[in-house]
């Protein structure tokens, strides 16, 4: 039994008068927060460097030596911060989208918030951040571990109290899970501490021995 066909869906043919043109192929986004919490798993990444000051273990003869030197890995982590800057601020331009605009804005952090109707442009954008954030955790990972090996060998002389700072990001982070924060709060909090760990990464360079 075919199925009925939806007016003004089929390719070629104009939606009714007075219908957003958009709608007539438009579909339901994914989760929203299946972007957003790789986003700030991304954070997460990089504001662990925090533990490198308690756990560090004084360099033995025979530990390979870092792949990259320290002044790559921390002006590429660098990078990642911005990155990651900017995709939330994508967030928060695009609210139906990422940032809880209408019902699903009071929704607790959980999967299963149905995201909202978009058009192909929409569509789009939703997979253009995905590729964006997955690439992000990928870089923010690799970056950071490579500024915690910088650290554990000597390469990174930097004060207690910035460490204490990078652990501070860890806590706001640890606060928007815990406290099971809406949609919005978290894209706002993610955006601010991700403006945060910017600046600590930036002081993290003027500790790198010459």
């Not at 997460?44 to 308690?54: K, M, T």
């Not at 990078?79 to 939330?88: A, K, Y």
């Amino acid at each position: 039994m075919a199925l009925p066909t939806r007016k003004g869906s089929d390719k070629g043919n104009e939606p009714p008068a007075g219908e957003d043109p958009r709608a007539a192929d438009s579909r339901i986004a994914p989760d929203p927060f299946t972007a957003v919490l790789p986003a700030l798993a991304a954070l997460g990444a990089i504001a662990s460097i925090a533990a490198i000051n308690w756990t560090a273990e004084e360099r033995t003869p025979d530990r390979s030596k870092a792949r990259r030197k320290a002044a790559t890995a921390i002006r590429e982590l660098e990078t990642c911060c911005l990155g990651l800057t900017e995709i939330f601020r994508r967030f928060q331009r695009n609210p139906k989208l990422f940032a809880g605009e209408g019902a699903q804005g009071s929704s607790p952090l959980k999967f299963g918030v149905h995201g909202a109707r978009v058009g192909p442009d929409g569509s789009r954008l939703f997979h253009q951040l995905m590729n964006d954030v997955a690439s992000m955790l990928v870089l923010a990972s690799q970056n950071a571990f490579d500024v915690m090996c910088a650290v554990e060998d000597g390469e990174v002389d930097a004060p207690e109290t910035l460490y204490f700072a990078f652990g501070e990001c860890q806590e706001r982070l640890n606060k928007l899970i815990q406290n099971r924060a809406t949609l919005k709060v978290a894209v706002d909090g993610g955006a601010e501490i991700a403006e945060r760990l910017t600046q600590l990464v930036r002081e993290l360079r003027k500790y790198r021995p010459d």
